[in-house]
């Protein structure tokens, strides 16, 4: 038995975060888990941000709703989910994700929570679990499943060692040069036949 784990940002729809940037012009929302690998320093210096600036979730959602997937995202995820099991496993928060897993066809999604002020400002987060991409794919281990997982950062390279058969997808080139014992690839196509060819390596 296997399963296909991924990440979402930055795999099947823009970095959140980025997006959010470019439509307020706060310029130090750009930063993500592609910059900083400690994924609580990197909460911290947002939610301080959106403190300082003033902005609500309901600001933030209504850039994710404009967000559309990246180019091939949703017919490679229909390609996917037709001959594959998969779990999406993202940092990403439940009340930002909804307008995208919608575009995307509703993929499983494990992911955070946020803490929500009366006013609509978002006072902190609530983790589903410490380390939870690694420990999705160690849960998944002890059911007896083979894992298939790919990413785009740091906060994706312990559930991408975990896994049985790993790849890059679209990393930045930091990422690339650390971790050089993970193929990446900015492809599609490539990636799909990697997947395929992973799991026919697996033992029947």
Known sequence: MHIICSDL?????????????????????????????????????????LKENRLTLNDIQAVIKKIDPLEGAVEFLSWLRSAYQLIIVSDTFVEFAGPLMEKLGRPTLLCHSLIVAQDGSITDYRLRQKDGKRKTVQALH?????????????????????????FLFRPPANVIKEFPEIRPTDDYNQLKGWIIDAIASFPH
């Open 142 to 166: 002890s059911l007896d499943y083979k894992v298939v997982a790919f990413g785009d950062s740091y906060n994706d390279i312990n559930m991408l060692k975990e896994a049985d058969a790993s």
């Open 9 to 49: 940002e930055g795999v099947f729809v823009p970095e959140i975060w980025i997006n959010v940037a470019k439509h307020t012009g706060i310029e130090s929302l750009k930063l993500t888990t592609r910059d900083i690998s400690d994924y609580d320093v990197l909460m911290k210096k947002r939610l301080s941000i």
